[in-house]
């Protein structure tokens, strides 16, 4: 017994001695206030991956640190600087909102070390300033709004209701949505952000009578909002289509509410893919819950690191060759394919998704019909970066 | 504009003013009597909606649920004076809101640890998942008619209370002058320690009936408390009829302003100035009319006459 600890101890040292490479990832996320739930997401989801590999990305030995950007572009900025200087940190990944990712985007970027989204997807990224060192495992913000229009376009609804809160992102995704809507727009209402009550919007959508109404209310707002219009007894009546609004997060606190709702996304938990049937069963059984996009998106950030490292044998230094790595890597994504576009976001095919069982009959937002194939977002024509 | 809208966004209003009056009732007579600024109040309307969340889905039973939410309140009320308020009762406010602000940030996060981030499921009680068919295709919810029925009742039974029996002829004896009631040989502490109790069962029941409609999340309190205080300070501290007053006045403007303000300014303003201004404006209207009777009446619409401390 003795002799066998100093030799596990001998083994500890000897290992301890020898000089590995370390791969320093920062994770950084919401994990408090109104949006923590959505970190909590992404931050399993990266886990799972991390755990897929042993974790060891890439085969090296890794040191994650986590860190809470409390939803908060000053605090996110300290954070980021402690990763960056004091961990010195190859990768930093995460990033539930756009005001965040915006703060941390230049210092990040700007020290050398990559910058994975898992989530954020804001314009100015994925446009003019787009950067060899930020990549994207999500989507650019308008997509999924666009995704919703083309639905309503598809579906023939003449007359739409449009709802938002009163923020840029409200209203950067109502224009999204407006990008392939082409009928008629009856009103564009912008509530105030963080509203609980939406009787005074309801009456004006039953005054206004329209034939669908397109929403984008994220958060403790939108579980609100939909629970109020099912009350209503208008999910039956006027179809609501939603973007971030209904989905895995929101699901569980809106049951029977969210019966009849639309939203579109490029992944759902029941996407038929050995490696996603794979993701979505180990979460599960090791969260509990039903993993969401968010959740999905950040899993995919751990294979596309795992990957791109792997492929350039380890080396970190090397910062154009990782570049590269990162460009062509090669993995089974959640999503079925992996595909990036100039601007390092994917290109993605959007479903329109909808509340609905998996097969233990477990709710979830289930696959719908395609609504875009190989969708790359109307900002890289703005990227001046070839490849 | 529709008068049928205009009927319909009157009712809301009402509805809304009710639900706050519930929790600006118990905070306006905490900061009335106790003279204590309780920034921890918000915290016990999540409170209550946490109970009653729980217990429902536990049980399923919605009457247990309801009783649940303001008896839960009524305990975290209790180890609040016990744990923090007591400390403070005699400090000046800027303690007050310090300590009550820590509460606050303290009781969100326990509330995040103990159930997770996410929105727990708060689903309508059997019986109440139809509406009122109005005239002209509009439809009210059965539940929302319920939040006004309670508020109503409740709103009453506060005036009762207060003006009719013993224990509230104290208290609004102890919000003019708790020094002079002491003196008669009331036992100003335990009067407190009522109302105080009372304020959090009120925010309690709110949050439970709020359960419904809204997100039931950590920090749901938070933005229900700021709406609180307006009321509080536009109807006059201290004073319950002044609650119910600031309640249906910050309802309305609320509503109202969400309603029609956009569409008013669409008539002077082209469409795009006007969806710039419209919402900017609505949500600031309920400061505007708080800071236009305060120009008129600096103590609000019904102050209590106070005794000079």
Redesign the interface.
């Known amino acids: 017994m003795r002799l066998g600890i100093a030799i596990a101890a001998a083994m500890v040292l000897w290992a301890g001695s020898a000089p590995a490479q370390e791969l320093r990832v920062g994770f950084m996320a919401t ?4 949006g ?2 959505l ?2 997401h992404l931050r399993d989801g990266f886990l799972l991956g991390l755990d897929h590999v042993g974790g060891r990305l890439g085969g090296l030995e890794t040191k994650l640190t986590i860190v809470d950007d409390q939803l908060k572009p000053d605090v996110a900025r300290q954070e980021v600087d402690k990763l960056l200087e004091k961990e010195k940190v190859h990768f930093v990944v995460g990033i539930v909102f756009s005001n965040v990712l915006m703060a941390i985007y230049k210092p990040t970027i700007e020290s050398g070390a990559f910058l994975i989204s898992a989530n954020a997807g804001p314009s100015p990224v994925a446009g003019a300033q787009c950067s060899e060192r930020f990549f994207s495992t999500s989507w650019q913000n308008d997509q999924t709004h666009s995704a919703l229009g083309k639905y309503a376009q598809d579906k023939g609804y003449r007359r739409v209701f449009l709802l938002a809160p ?1 923020y840029q992102a409200g209203k950067d995704g109502l224009n999204g949505f407006k990008r392939y809507y082409r009928g008629t727009i009856v009103d ?5 952000l ?1 509203a ?2 939406f ?3 309801i ?2 959508i ?2 206004a ?1 329209p034939e669908a109404v397109y929403a984008f209310m994220p ?6 909002l939909l ?2 219009y099912a ?4 999910t039956k009546q006027i179809p609501l289509l939603s973007a971030f609004t209904i989905d895995d ?2 699901l ?6 969210a019966d009849g709702l639309v939203s579109a996304s490029q992944w759902a938990a029941d996407f038929d893919n050995p490696a996603n049937a794979r993701f979505v069963a180990d979460f599960r059984k090791k969260y509990g819950y039903v993993p969401s996009y968010f959740a999905a998106q950040a899993y995919d950030a751990a294979q596309l690191i795992d990957a791109a490292v792997r492929s350039t044998g380890g080396r970190l230094d090397d910062k154009t060759a990782l570049r590269d790595a990162l460009r062509n890597a090669r993995f089974a994504s959640v999503k079925g394919k992996w595909r990036l576009n100039t601007n390092h976001i994917p290109i993605n095919d959007f479903y329109y998704v909808s509340p609905g069982k998996l097969a233990d009959g477990t709710p979830a937002m289930v696959k719908g019909d395609l609504v875009f194939a190989d969708y790359g977002d109307e900002y890289a024509k703005d990227c001046p970066m070839k490849w | 504009m529709d008068p049928l809208l205009l009927l319909v966004q009157l009712l809301n209003g009402v509805q809304l003013g009710l639900l706050l009056f519930l929790v600006a009732a118990g905070l306006t007579l905490v900061f009335g009597i106790l003279d204590v600024i309780n920034l921890a109040h918000g915290v016990l309307y999540m409170v209550g909606a946490y109970a009653a969340a729980v217990v429902l889905v536990r049980s399923g039973h919605f009457a247990l649920a309801v009783l649940a939410g303001p008896l839960v309140a009524l305990g975290a009320g209790l180890a609040l004076d016990r744990l923090v308020l007591r400390f403070v009762y005699d400090r000046d406010h800027l303690d007050q809101v310090l300590a009550t602000f820590g509460v606050l940030i303290f009781v969100n996060e326990l509330v995040r640890v103990l159930f997770g981030p996410a929105a727990l499921p708060f689903p309508l009680p059997a019986g109440f998942e139809w509406s009122v068919r109005l005239p002209g295709g509009a439809t009210y919810p059965a539940w929302r008619l319920a939040i006004i029925a309670a508020g109503a009742i409740l709103a009453f039974l506060l005036f009762w209370v207060l003006t009719r029996t013993r224990a509230g002829m104290l208290v609004r004896a102890a919000a003019t002058d708790p020094a002079m009631l002491e003196m008669l040989g009331v036992d100003v502490r335990r009067l407190f320690l009522l109302v105080l109790g009372a304020g959090a069962a009120l925010a309690g029941f709110a949050g439970a009936m709020a359960g419904p409609i809204v997100a039931v999340q950590p920090g749901m309190g938070d933005q229900i408390l700021i709406l609180a205080f307006v009321v509080i300070v536009t109807g006059g501290t201290g004073s319950v009829q002044g609650a119910l007053l600031g309640s249906l006045l910050v309802g309305l403007a609320d509503t109202l302003g969400r309603s029609f303000l956009t569409d008013m300014l669409r008539l002077a303003l082209p469409p795009a100035a006007a969806n710039e201004v419209g919402p900017a404006l609505a949500s600031m209207l309920i400061y505007l009319v708080m800071a236009g009777v305060l120009l008129a009446r600096p103590r609000g619409l019904m102050p209590v006459r106070r005794a000079a401390r």
Do not use: H, R
Request: charged share 15%.
């Open positions: 994990f408090t206030g109104p923590a739930n970190g909590q009163n564009e209402v912008y509530t105030q963080g609980v009550d009787s005074a919007e009456a004006k039953q005054a009578k958060g403790g707002p939108g579980i609100a629970k109020q009350q209503a007894g208008l997060t929101s569980p606190a809106l049951g029977d509410a």
